[in-house]
């Protein structure tokens, strides 16, 4: 059966009689499925009648000898029945007509510029000409001094989905914010909550604390935000409109002054465009398909990286393709992005010419998209195709964390095994999969540069929805949807509803073969002893569920994945040791503080996340299937926590934290030291370990080591310390030689570190932070390409000790960040210069493409110095590295507090004393001209070292004017503090 369904669902246009054999298939063998575990459960002893009966031998007795045989007999009639069903189904198809199929060959490879190039392309390519014209037609705003007195001016977007109307709204967004006040940028979407859509209008405009705003109703946000903007300048972008109630809805909360504001609106439909421009002078504008260079830039630069590798021999198939695509943005990404999977020959781009034409003509719009997102599809590999149906169970632009998706994919059974990789592996491979063939978008990229979650673009979803509804697969229930009969088996079902009349339909849907359920929006939860074939159960969000809810969740037997984030749970029922089969266990940001003692009992169990503080039960050693657990603390455990910890011998990934605690005895001490101790040995026991992460209290004042006698797992790929600073390096982390991802804050620092680090041969990210300067060097530390870093690719330094690159020192880095805090660096000012014309003649042959400056720890005097730097450390990096993109940003959050007063530092008392003569600036002045000469133009050609010089000599006279006002008593305004590296 699972044979037939794969074929079947090859043909893109099946006729009506294959769709209706391809549903009774399809639920038969849902059916057949249910049974199997049925019954394998109740063999084993399971079910409701074990479960709630009586314990003790003679009810084991009586399982035994009556239950279990008279079970047999029941489900081998029901099986009996299936099969005679599937039988006569097969006879009678056969009866009317034999169907061949046509196989499609699958795809391969994986396109590794699919993130960038999508980014790109997407935003930039064919849309100068649209944002510069709609900034004309908006009409240059007034300069700041003069006295607006016009209304508001709308501008609203319209074309159909994938055409680019929020890109082009962002992009003139962009071009205009600076020019007013205040500014916002909200998406409404299809079924919006308009409360949520005005909390975010008021947070954006105004980013003072709102407190308890998600209380607030309807009429009290449209009030703030009408009191907010009377008197303001604004300008505010509302995407995605889709009803003209919700614009009229969000038209009341933006005051209207006459202070020349603008209004830009986006939407699919031209009745809602109209309606927002109802007034003189507003404009609407229609999306225009990519002009046919455009349209071939896109589609080569997104499949081949730049039109110089596109193949000639292709040129006119390729023109044929982009024809049919119609200058549709979403249509030629996709069919790129279908294209890169195949091999760029003759054959394989006619094949896929010849299903585009299935018609394309009919409607140049939506429907030519669909047929092209059909193909996209339908080229996909069965486990793919069900992956992507599954996003349907997700609302309208909701991001979709990436860890919880693959997770829900395995409970649910779409991921195959392969010898050799975990089930997650293999799950985010589908991911990235479908990333690269741009069918979901990448959002919310860590510092490692992996992606953390997705977005479903709002015409993939409308096709992925229909298809859901088409098979069954996805039932979406919402205030606006239409209700499937009675008779129809409900498989998959996501809450949308919120009213409470919609609410009190559910129980007309058929809930016995439910497989999932997640729940975004509903008034009233359903009592989950109906659904005995439940496998995902994801109440994230739902902060009104509390552990009443949780009422005869032990009797989900098939359950394997559970999600209690972000709800009110403050205790799990004592019978959830019943659920044997789950995998996932997600606690996080609940208000759970104790985990009961049958949570030992899950064997089964893979992935568990919990909050810090939160308390494990004895006997964890005996959940040998867990490979993910995060985010236990570690103090908070019981004495023989780290003996059973070292026995999770299939952990993978590990998040510990180290809260802080008053131990005010010697003996406390030395026993909080030996416990210590024995969690760095146990980590040496996890042969399979891949990620450690380890946390630790910013208000801890102890001395934290993580040395160890044993070898670390040379398997460890990630490990990371955060929070606070470690006393120092731990003694195994040179030894780690599968390492490619390394973060240490350490309180102490030798030169010999740096040099073991530079020894780990595939080491591609490395941050480093010290909070001391290094032991035993008193000038700087030198990097010299003989001292390793072979691949490292991003450098992130933070030290009181200045360090010095010499030419060929880390020859793959492609982004360098370079982290100060004044208040524990011996620099002056002279050293500041000399540290720049270092980096200047030392670092020109560094392939470096991002270079940043992060100033953290500082005064207003010293913030203030740092400002008038900014010109000089940037106009040296752009005219000598070779860096396409440099950014300094200030932080105060980098490193350890600083303790005592901000202002008497000893290098504040240097840079005072060393301007209160004239001479100093002019010192300085002379030094920064030598330094210039090193400059091929000398300071005086067509570069941007011209007019340095210049440029030095007026910022030192205004830093001497400031420093004298601040020790003057004049109060300086400080500078916002941008949060670069800000723990969340």
């Not at 607006?148 to 914010?177: D, E, F």
């Not at 999600?563 to 606690?587: A, C, F, H, N």
């Not at 030798?750 to 941050?767: C, S």
Request: with cysteine; proline share 4%; glycine share 6%.
């Amino acid at each position: 059966m699972e044979a037939y369904l794969q074929e079947m669902s090859e043909l893109e246009d099946p006729d009506a009689q294959d769709r209706d054999c391809m549903k009774e298939v399809r639920e038969l063998s849902y059916d057949m499925e249910d049974s199997v575990d049925e019954f394998l459960l109740r063999v084993a002893g399971g079910g409701e009648e074990a479960a709630d009966g009586p314990g003790g031998p003679i009810a084991r007795l009586k399982n035994a000898l009556v239950d279990k045989p008279r079970t047999r007999h029941k489900i081998a009639r029901v099986i009996e029945g299936l099969k005679a069903q599937v039988r006569e189904m097969g006879e009678r198809n056969a009866r009317y007509r034999a169907h061949e199929t046509v196989s499609k060959a699958s795809n391969a490879g994986v396109d590794g510029r699919a993130l960038a190039m999508f980014e790109e392309a997407s935003r930039l390519i064919g849309l100068d000409g649209p944002r510069n014209e709609l900034v004309e037609v908006s009409g240059k705003t007034k300069k700041s001094g003069s006295a607006p007195s016009l209304p508001a001016k709308v501008l609203s977007i319209v074309g159909c989905g994938g055409s680019g109307k929020t890109t082009l709204a962002n992009q003139v967004y962009r071009v205009l914010k600076g020019e007013f006040e205040c500014h916002a940028f909200v998406s409404v979407s299809r079924n919006p909550i308009m409360e949520h859509v005005l909390q975010n209008i008021l947070c954006q405009v105004d980013d003072t604390p709102h407190h308890n705003i998600q209380a607030w109703n309807m009429q009290t946000l449209i009030i703030q935000i009408n009191g907010f903007l009377k008197d303001k300048r604004y300008l505010i972008v509302i995407d995605d409109i889709w009803t003209k109630d919700a614009w009229k809805t969000i038209n009341c909360a933006l005051y209207k002054n006459d202070q020349d504001n603008r209004i830009i609106t986006t939407t699919r439909k031209y009745d809602v465009a109209e309606a927002c421009c109802s007034s003189d002078g507003d404009f609407v504008y229609e999306m225009k398909p990519l002009g046919p260079a455009d349209s071939r830039r896109l589609f080569l630069e997104r499949l081949f990286g730049s039109e110089d590798k596109f193949p000639t021999n292709l040129t006119r198939i390729a023109n044929k393709i982009l024809e049919k695509c119609d200058g549709l943005p979403l249509a030629i990404i996709s069919i790129a992005g279908l294209l890169s999977s195949k091999a760029p020959t003759e054959d394989e781009w006619v094949e896929v010419q010849s299903y585009i034409g299935r018609g394309i003509a009919k409607d140049p719009g939506v429907k030519t998209m669909m047929q092209i997102l059909s193909l996209s599809y339908f080229d996909l590999p069965h486990h793919l195709k069900t992956c992507l149906l599954y996003l349907s169970m997700f609302p309208e632009d909701h991001i979709i964390d990436k860890k919880h998706l693959v997770r829900r994919w395995i409970a649910e059974g779409f991921i195959p095994r392969e010898p050799g990789q975990t089930l997650y592996e293999l799950g985010e491979r589908c991911f990235n999969e479908l990333i690269n063939r741009s069918l979901i978008q990448a959002r919310n990229m860590d510092m490692y540069g992996e992606v953390r979650a997705c977005q479903v673009h709002d015409t993939v979803l409308d096709f992925i929805v229909s298809r859901s509804e088409e098979e069954n697969f996805v039932t979406v229930f919402r205030d606006d949807g239409h209700m499937p009969g009675p008779d129809s088996k409900v498989r998959r079902l996501s809450l949308h509803a919120c009213s409470k009349a919609k609410a009190s339909t559910l129980t007309e849907l058929n809930l016995a073969h439910v497989r999932s359920v997640t729940v975004f929006a509903f008034e009233e939860l359903p009592s989950w002893s109906k659904f005995r074939f439940l496998r995902v159960l994801d109440l994230q969000g739902c902060k009104q569920v509390e552990g009443g809810h949780l009422a005869g969740i032990g009797n989900l037997f098939q359950l394997k994945y559970l999600s209690l984030r972000e709800t009110g749970v403050s205790e799990l029922p004592e019978q959830i040791w019943k659920l044997k089969s789950l995998e996932t266990l997600d606690l996080k940001k609940s208000k759970v503080k104790r985990l009961p003692a049958g949570i030992s009992l899950l064997t089964r169990l893979v992935y568990l996340v919990v909050d810090k503080g939160v308390k494990l039960p004895d006997g964890t050693e005996r959940m040998k299937a867990l490979e993910d657990l995060g985010c236990v603390d570690v103090f908070k455990q019981s004495v023989d926590f780290p003996r059973e910890f070292g026995q999770l011998e299939n952990l993978r990934n590990v998040r510990l934290f180290l809260s802080s605690g008053k131990r005010s005895t010697p003996a406390e001490g030395t026993r909080y030291k030996e416990y210590l101790s024995n969690m760095a040995s146990s980590l040496c026991k996890l042969g399979r370990l891949r990620s450690l992460s380890v946390k630790v209290d910013p208000e801890s004042s102890e001395d934290f080591s993580l040395d160890s006698a044993g070898d670390v797992p040379a398997s460890l790929r990630r490990f990371q310390v955060t929070g606070h600073f470690l006393s120092k390096v731990p003694n195994w982390a040179p030894s780690l030689v599968n390492l490619q991802c390394l973060t240490l804050h350490v309180k102490a620092f030798e030169a010999q570190d740096l040099m073991a680090l530079g020894r780990l041969p595939i080491l591609v990210f490395l941050r480093l932070v010290a909070h001391e300067s290094f032991q035993g060097t008193t000038s700087r530390v030198t990097i010299s390409g003989a001292d390793g870093f072979p691949k490292l690719r991003r450098f992130d330094y933070g030290c009181a000790t200045p360090v010095r690159f010499e030419a060929g020192a880390m020859p793959e880095i492609k982004k360098l960040i370079l982290l100060f805090s004044y208040f524990k660096a011996s620099w002056a000012v002279q050293e500041v210069v000399d540290w720049i014309a270092e980096k200047r003649t030392l670092m020109a042959d560094m392939s470096c493409k991002q270079v940043k400056a992060t100033v953290g720890e500082m005064g207003a005097t010293a913030e203030q110095m740092f400002m008038k730097s900014e010109s000089l450390m940037e106009t040296a990096a752009r005219a000598h590295l070779k860096c396409s993109e440099l950014t300094i940003r200030i932080t105060t959050q980098w490193g350890m507090r600083n303790e005592g007063s901000r202002f008497k530092s000893p290098f504040t008392d240097r840079l005072v004393s060393m301007l209160r003569t004239s001479e100093a600036s002019l010192m300085l002045a002379r030094q920064v001209r030598e330094m210039m000469s090193n400059c091929p133009l000398k300071g005086k050609g067509n570069c941007q070292c011209q007019g340095v010089p210049e440029a030095i000599e007026q910022a030192m006279k205004q830093l001497t004017t400031l420093v004298l006002r601040r020790f003057t008593g004049i109060k300086l305004r400080e500078r916002r503090p941008h949060n670069a590296f800000v723990r969340t």
